[in-house]
């Protein structure tokens, strides 16, 4: 089984568990222990839809260690997800980018504020 560590960026079908599903990126939000002891992840998925609202965050490629090639993207932050990591069945697919930290944070504090109306910033 893969490692599936915070602010890696997977391709995985949506929705999970339908084999036919269209497949979108996905940012890990949840740490690399919690991952590991509980056999599952949180994540929330990258869009290039043009429907924006209150709970898009923008996504631009300076955000990550590789480009996303698709323009448009933004993370429907209210959209978070418990993936099993059985949902990434090859053991040897690797993660398609990272989210640079500096940018993680900021979406963290974002989904913080904007979703749970609580202060994510490091203390």
Do not use: W
């Not at 079908?13 to 990126?25: K, L, Q, S, T, V």
């Not at 480009?67 to 209210?78: I, Q």
């Not at 980018?97 to 910033?121: A, P």
């Amino acid at each position: 089984m893969p490692v599936i560590n915070q602010r890696d960026v997977y391709l995985l079908p949506f929705p999970f568990g339908d084999e036919n599903g269209e497949p979108h990126p996905y940012i890990i939000l949840s740490i690399n222990d919690a991952n590991m002891q509980e056999n599952s992840f949180q994540a929330v998925m990258i869009t290039s839809s043009t429907y924006k609202d209150d709970f898009s965050f923008k996504l631009t490629d300076e955000m990550f260690d590789k480009p996303l090639e698709k323009s448009n993207c933004h993370v429907r932050m209210h959209l978070i997800i418990l993936g099993l990591n059985e949902h990434i069945l090859n053991p040897n697919l690797k993660p398609f980018c990272r989210m640079k930290k500096y940018y993680f944070d900021q979406l963290m504090r974002t989904i913080g504020e904007l979703v749970f109306n609580y202060d994510f910033s490091p203390l």
